[in-house]
């Protein structure tokens, strides 16, 4: 079945630092989405992207979406401790049924 | 968040009883989802429902049971059959498959004792 791996597992950065999350599908994918959960609370969308090689910004955030439409990514510049948390990313092959990966837990050192 | 809601935020049940989590809306969205969350893990696939009166098994539908006898709730029952039901379960809802959000309930916390 389909599945999607998410790499690092953890990251510690310093405040200021850079930060990237990676998604990988054994699937193309019809879209992906982006979700951050903070800890102790629920996900929270983040972006979708849906066309191939599809980049987008959300201020300090930017997400990338494969030509091959099977990865992904998620950075962000100059990290505050306000990025604390987890962040998922969930693929669709076109589908209402989204596979999550398995998460990138972010620590923002002050 | 959102428009929805679960109930309750934690929830302790004795081992070998069926117990039901509650997740309402008023987004009027027609899709809606359970997921299982254990910790450090993502998020897997329960049940679905693209619309009242119909729902698919996800990934790990067995042990739970589900109904969608309104638009604006999808009861999950974690039943005695469920081997190891102890996590945090989420609900969340979609407008369409044209529509990018999946909304979020707040969660609860079920501990099988």
């Known amino acids: 079945g389909q599945q999607v791996m998410q790499i690092p597992q953890y990251q510690h950065v310093q405040e200021g630092e850079d930060f990237t999350t990676y998604c990988n599908s054994s699937t193309t994918l019809s879209n992906i989405q982006w979700y951050k959960q903070r800890p102790g609370g629920h996900p929270v969308f983040l972006i979708q992207?849906?066309?191939?090689?599809e980049v987008k910004k959300q201020k300090r955030l930017t997400f990338q979406f494969g030509e091959a439409k099977k990865n992904s990514s998620l950075h962000i510049t100059a990290t505050q401790t306000t990025d604390v948390g987890t962040y998922f990313c969930?693929?669709?092959?076109?589908?209402?049924?989204?596979?999550f990966g398995t998460g990138t837990r972010l620590k923002v050192l002050a | 968040d959102g428009g929805i809601t679960q109930s309750p935020k934690y929830l302790f049940r004795k081992e070998g009883q069926n117990v039901t989590l509650s997740c309402e809306q008023n987004l009027n969205h027609d899709a809606m989802y359970w997921y299982r969350q254990d910790p450090g893990q993502g998020l897997r696939l329960i049940y679905y429902s693209q619309i009242v009166n119909d729902f698919q098994k996800g990934d790990i539908a067995e042990g739970y049971s589900v109904s969608r006898e309104k638009k604006e709730s999808f009861p999950l029952t974690v039943t005695s059959a469920q081997k190891n039901p102890t996590a945090f379960y989420l609900c969340?809802?979609?407008?369409?498959?044209?529509?990018?959000?999946?909304?979020f309930g707040p969660g609860t916390r079920l501990t099988v004792l």
């Open positions: 992207l849906v066309k191939s090689g």
């Open positions: 969340a809802s979609r407008g369409s498959v044209w529509t990018d959000t999946q909304y």
């Open positions: 969930a693929g669709s092959s076109g589908t209402y049924k989204y596979i």
